[in-house]
């Protein structure tokens, strides 16, 4: 097990000043990573401690893992009424896996249980392990209705891994606007979330990890944007010289291994970018820029392949910096 910290670098560039008046940064760690979040503005320092409290809530209502959560109480009971809230992002989480063709798929907790990557005592379950597992895995059955969620398969387990932290930064920036902050960063372990731009009015300088190196694919300049990156390399075990990780396809119930090294997604939505930076991870590159090119919904892609090609979509032209060659992937090219 090696978790990589951070997975995005985040180069934060207060006009060649850190001392900037009214900036507070403070780091954490909940929904099992590290969490840095930066406020500038008035009051900046209460915005930081009330972002923290609020992700720390969130987590416990969420997580999949701990006893006392919604998400615990419904995966043991298999229904369960839950706050507007939980409902409301497994309803999220549910279109994404329609959305998607099911590579996005929240009720494989079952499967990722039989790998230990719940627990942290990994192993590889044999084929008929998976396949009883997967046998319950049913996300289009799932029924939610007024904040009531049924499972309907006995044994099926909603895990939002997935999405929740992308969801959760997404609410916070909304927390903050609330209380009048125009300008902030949250890095939620790899989730980037940038509300506003810099002080001096530039977009934030988000980095791009490189999965293979300790450098960088490359810098991104965004301003009220969602920068989120999955990939294989972040969360898995290694058994017999071969990598196991965290994402996993739900036709295989196996990791996911379709050539990409790494997605990252850059969304107005943090929701969004998190769950579709899972799906594409698990779909490869020529589906996933199918995806992106036929999709009216509004974001962009960086793609890493496991042979070291780095593409982007056309929308970061002007926005990416790399010292790395890459190419820019257009729409009319798939339409
Ligand atoms: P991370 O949370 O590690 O930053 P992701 O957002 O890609 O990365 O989420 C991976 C997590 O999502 C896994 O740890 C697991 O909880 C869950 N998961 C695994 N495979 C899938 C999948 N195909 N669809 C949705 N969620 C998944
Ligand atoms: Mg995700």
């Not at 009214?22 to 990573?33: E, N």
């Not at 896996?97 to 044999?126: C, H, I, Q």
């Not at 990252?264 to 590159?285: N, P, R």
Request: a positive charge; hydrophobic letters at 35%.
């Amino acid at each position: 097990m090696k978790k990589i910290i951070p997975l995005v670098l985040i180069i934060i560039i207060l006009s060649g000043c850190a001392a900037v008046s009214g900036t507070y940064s403070d780091s954490f760690f909940a929904m099992d990573t590290y969490m840095t979040v930066t406020v500038n503005g008035k009051n900046a320092e209460k915005a930081v401690k009330d972002a923290e409290a609020e992700i720390k809530k969130l987590d416990k209502k969420l997580s999949a893992h701990s006893g006392s959560s919604e998400i615990y109480r419904l995966n043991k009971n298999g229904s369960a009424k839950l706050s507007r809230e939980s409902s409301e992002l497994i309803k999220q989480a549910l279109k994404f896996n329609r959305l998607t063709d099911g590579a996005f798929n929240p009720a494989m907790l079952g499967v990722s249980e039989l790998w230990g990557f719940s627990d942290k005592k990994y192993k590889v379950p044999s084929d008929k392990e998976l396949a009883e597992a997967l046998k319950k895995v049913k996300p289009e059955i799932i029924t939610v209705k007024n904040n009531t969620v049924n499972l309907n398969v006995k044994g099926m387990k909603i895990d939002l891994g997935g999405i929740a932290k992308g969801y959760t930064s997404e609410k916070i920036v909304k927390l903050l606007k609330k209380q009048g902050i125009d300008s902030a960063l949250l890095n939620l372990g790899g989730n980037v979330q940038a509300l506003g731009s810099k002080p001096d009015g530039s977009g934030w300088n988000i980095a791009i990890e490189n999965p293979n190196k300790k450098s960088y694919l490359g810098q991104l300049a965004v301003k009220d944007k969602a920068v989120v990156t999955s990939g294989g390399y972040e969360r898995y075990f290694k058994k017999n010289g071969k990598i196991y990780y965290h994402i996993l396809n739900s036709k295989t119930g196996k990791p996911a291994e379709s050539g990409l090294k790494s997605v990252t997604v850059i969304s107005g939505s943090g929701t969004l970018a998190d769950a579709l930076s899972t799906s594409l991870f698990v779909m490869g590159e020529d589906k996933a820029v199918k995806f992106w090119a036929k999709s009216d919904m509004n974001f962009d892609i960086i793609l890493y392949t496991t042979d070291g090609d780095l593409k982007i979509s056309e929308g970061l032209a002007d926005k990416f910096k790399s010292d790395i060659n890459y190419s820019v992937i257009k729409r009319p090219d798939y339409e």
